[in-house]
């Protein structure tokens, strides 16, 4: 069993920054791969950044492309998401998620572990 808790949400005006943290429980998180996926309200949950277990392959969402870099500390059991330059349309819960499959991470579909997610609102 893994348990996911992510932290750093907050308020922040458009063009601000913000780096979500996500820790995990467990000694076997070098073995999953990690994505971060958000969900605004009246929306569906969408992938923003996945991340391989060994961090040599990141994906991202076209729209934060050279805005969002996602990576991770095995040390530390700990994946990361900063956020630069941040839009309003950012605004959303942020969830991370844990799979062994590097493409269910970027899928959302059948992942075995999600955290319980963190607000994330970006202001004009």
């Known amino acids: 069993q893994v348990r996911l808790v992510e932290s750093g949400g907050g308020l922040v005006q458009a063009g601000g920054s913000l780096r979500l943290s996500c820790t995990a429980s467990g000694r076997t998180f070098s073995t999953y791969a990690m994505g971060w996926f958000r969900q605004a309200p009246g929306k569906e949950r969408e992938s923003v950044a996945a991340?391989?277990?060994?961090?040599?392959?990141?994906n991202y969402k076209d729209s934060v492309k050279g805005r969002f870099t996602i990576s991770r500390d095995n040390a530390k059991n700990t994946v990361y998401l900063q956020m630069n330059s941040l839009e309003p349309d950012d605004t959303a819960v942020y969830f991370c998620?844990?799979?062994?499959?590097?493409?269910?991470?970027?899928?959302?579909?059948?992942?075995?572990?999600w955290g319980q997610g963190t607000q994330v609102t970006v202001s004009s």
């Open positions: 998620a844990a799979d062994p499959s590097y493409v269910a991470t970027q899928t959302g579909l059948n992942v075995d572990f």
């Open positions: 991340i391989s277990s060994s961090g040599r392959s990141t």
